[in-house]
């Protein structure tokens, strides 16, 4: 029922492929450009613009099979929607910050510009796949144009960007997105009393036991819903766009359906093979070393496992 299939006009369709994470064709820019505190997601802390010392000298990360093992699960929890091969390759043609120390300082600060451009690129397009947005399939399509063209503006014009206001414009049509949404599944309820959308944006749900809710349709934009244990839950068609899945347990929750999830919000929580997944995200692979866990030690402990670094 809650299950979103690709209903994107053929003429207006965008490939996603440009929105995915190609590092073998970007400079390391999230190891360099962003900066990260020492916590339970990163080992150590660095300033934006100091390369990770983990970074090789072909961009490549020396412990990237042992990320989570070292200290820096949060490097595995990180998706820049491929803003890192745009600036690396269109941006500034190719020209890496180590062959053209002097464009550097420009491409670190054109990075995280780019990264909430393609954010959006992102969620816009997801919402065009949705059959409940043919009514808005127009201001959605010229959003997501518009939103294009900026990616391809030079470094100077992209750093005069007043970001924060295109980004008020797109999230409008996000929210009515998510409302479509809701409205479709609820219209879908046939023979049964429509209910009330649950409501939690921003709501602190930290450490909270929801296992086993009913959370259909809801709202959990900017929800903060770290360690949360949401085993078996409902989740399906709720709108997660912002949201804080940081150890939070999916183990055997349905997500069918869902709202704006990212692969980097699943990659920051915990699930197993049970957990029932969108269909333009996968499994991450720690989920199965979280599961095995599970089987032989106390689940309530599993929970803050990362806690006690």
């Known amino acids: 029922m809650f299950e979103n299939k690709d209903y994107t006009n053929p003429k207006r369709d965008r490939s996603r492929s440009n929105l995915r994470p190609d590092c073998g064709n970007c400079f390391g820019l999230c190891c360099v450009a962003l900066p990260f505190s020492a916590s339970a997601d990163f080992a150590i802390e660095k300033d934006a613009g100091k390369p990770c010392p983990n970074l090789q000298s072909d961009y490549r990360c020396s412990i990237h099979e042992k990320l989570r093992q070292q200290g820096f699960k949060g490097c595995t929890a990180f998706d820049c929607f491929g803003a890192g091969q745009k600036v690396s390759q269109v941006t500034f043609g190719g020209v890496s910050w180590h062959e053209g120390p002097e464009t550097a300082k420009e491409m670190f600060e054109v990075f995280p510009i780019m ?60 929210i009515k997105t998510s409302e479509l949404v809701w409205k479709e599944s609820q219209q879908q309820q046939k023979g049964s009393r429509k209910r009330k959308r649950i409501d939690r944006r921003g709501a602190d749900l930290m450490g909270a036991n929801l296992s086993g809710a009913d959370l259909k349709g809801a709202n959990l934009r900017g929800a903060y819903l770290i360690a949360t244990d949401l085993r078996d839950a409902d989740l399906r068609a709720a709108d997660f766009i912002g949201a804080d899945l940081r150890d939070a347990d999916l183990s055997g929750a349905d997500l069918t359906g869902s709202v704006f999830l990212t692969q980097a919000q699943l990659s920051s929580a915990k699930g197993d093979a049970r957990t029932k997944l969108p269909r333009l995200l996968s499994r991450p692979s720690h989920w199965s070393t979280f599961f095995n866990k599970k089987q032989n030690n106390n689940p309530a402990e599993d929970i803050y496992e990362d806690k006690k670094r």
């Open 115 to 174: 990264l909430q451009l393609h954010e959006m690129l992102w969620y816009l397009n997801e919402a065009l796949t949705m059959k409940a947005t043919l009514p808005i399939q127009e201001a959605l399509c010229s959003a997501l144009d518009q939103t294009e063209r900026l990616t391809q503006l030079s470094p100077n014009a992209l750093m005069d960007l007043d970001i924060p206001s295109h980004r008020i414009e797109v999230n409008a049509l996000l």
